[in-house]
């Protein structure tokens, strides 16, 4: 959808995860898809010379097992049941299981790392884009970096950017603006912010609506330090994202991804502990550090007259025809 691929590209501006994603399904996969389907036209076999060289890299026999990860779920009864059937399905894999040993990946930069950093400033610009489309709404999405990376970040951004979605954002990008949604999201890994519209009938206007959160979250701030059961509201609606339940295969997958990450039940109580002792202060840091948000920019993905509309109202961006 339209939200979603203005903040993969913003996300691309701003991190080697960001871009790489947005490189394999965001708009610039558009232009690789056309480039192999040239190349498929016009010239097959090096085309069928770079998908088998991916095919010998993927199962290669001295390196493909220690790539491998099987993840699964279930209790206990399950696992007695199965495991037999396992051992059989692992010891039948193809590779040498004592063969060559990937590098660490939590200790040592990935090789697609470096070539990413070194592309990103030219593909992916610190500039405010606009996608043009066939459509009569906009997506509307400006974001930036509001953590350096490797800066520690508190639990207290969760009950915070919770609240200004569904506060801010949505009184004036939905009730007022008339949008189908406006939110924000926040990822701590990343330290990236970005602001999003869903369906919207504004662009300009919206973007000014971003532009005005910092200050009425520094009104809230204020606001909060004499209004405690406001301020627990917030905190509980941040809780109840954490504390949602889930059917077994999503405790699975959640557990997964905690042992990719290297997340520690230590690491998950602390970001906890500073969710509920989130106080009016913790507001307006946030609110400062989005007054100075680094490097904004912004992603549309709109109709050419919007964009017109919007450079009349002073805000331009560098356009590209989709379709």
């Known amino acids: 959808s339209g939200h979603a691929t203005v903040n993969a590209r913003i996300r691309s501006r701003y991190s080697v995860l960001g871009y790489i994603g947005e490189k394999m399904s965001g708009l610039s996969s558009l232009d690789t898809v056309k480039a192999l389907l040239d190349q498929a036209e016009n010239d097959f076999p090096s085309l069928l010379a770079r998908l088998e060289n991916i095919r010998t890299t993927i199962i290669a026999s001295r390196s493909c097992r220690d790539g491998m990860i099987l993840d699964l779920t279930g209790d206990a009864s399950v696992f007695e049941k199965i495991e037999s059937s396992v051992d059989t399905f692992l010891n039948q894999l193809p590779g040498d299981a004592n063969g060559d040993k990937l590098q660490d990946f939590y200790s040592e930069p990935h090789p697609w790392a470096a070539q990413a950093k070194a592309e990103m400033a030219a593909e992916a610009p610190l500039i405010d884009e606009g996608f043009v489309v066939p459509t009569q709404v906009s997506y509307v999405g400006?974001?930036?970096?509001?953590?350096?990376?490797?800066?520690?970040?508190?639990?207290?951004?969760?009950?915070?950017?919770?609240?200004?979605?569904?506060?801010?954002?949505?009184?004036?990008?939905?009730?007022?603006?008339?949008?189908?949604?406006?939110?924000?999201?926040?990822?701590?890994?990343?330290?990236?912010?970005?602001?999003?519209?869903?369906?919207?009938?504004?662009?300009?206007?919206?973007?000014?609506?971003?532009?005005?959160?910092?200050?009425?979250?520094?009104?809230?701030?204020?606001?909060?330090?004499?209004?405690?059961?406001?301020?627990?509201?917030?905190?509980?609606?941040?809780?109840?994202?954490?504390?949602?339940?889930?059917?077994?295969?999503?405790?699975?997958a959640v557990q997964f991804k905690r042992w990719l990450i290297n997340e520690s039940p230590e690491q998950r109580q602390k970001y906890r502990d500073e969710v509920l002792n989130t106080k009016p202060s913790d507001f307006k840091e946030f609110a400062e550090r989005l007054s100075g948000l680094k490097d904004a920019s912004s992603a549309v993905v709109s109709s050419k007259a919007a964009f017109e509309d919007a450079n009349t109202a002073g805000k331009s961006f560098t356009l590209k025809e989709v379709m």
């Open 142 to 252: 400006k974001g930036g970096r509001l953590y350096e990376e490797g800066e520690e970040v508190s639990g207290s951004t969760a009950v915070v950017s919770k609240f200004l979605g569904t506060g801010y954002m949505w009184d004036n990008v939905r009730v007022i603006g008339g949008a189908y949604g406006g939110f924000c999201q926040f990822q701590p890994r990343d330290g990236i912010f970005a602001f999003l519209s869903y369906r919207d009938p504004n662009l300009a206007g919206t973007i000014d609506v971003y532009d005005g959160a910092s200050k009425a979250l520094l009104q809230s701030a204020a606001d909060l330090e004499n209004d405690p059961d406001a301020l627990a509201t917030a905190i509980i609606g941040a809780i109840g994202d954490m504390d949602g339940a889930l059917s077994p295969d999503q405790k699975g």
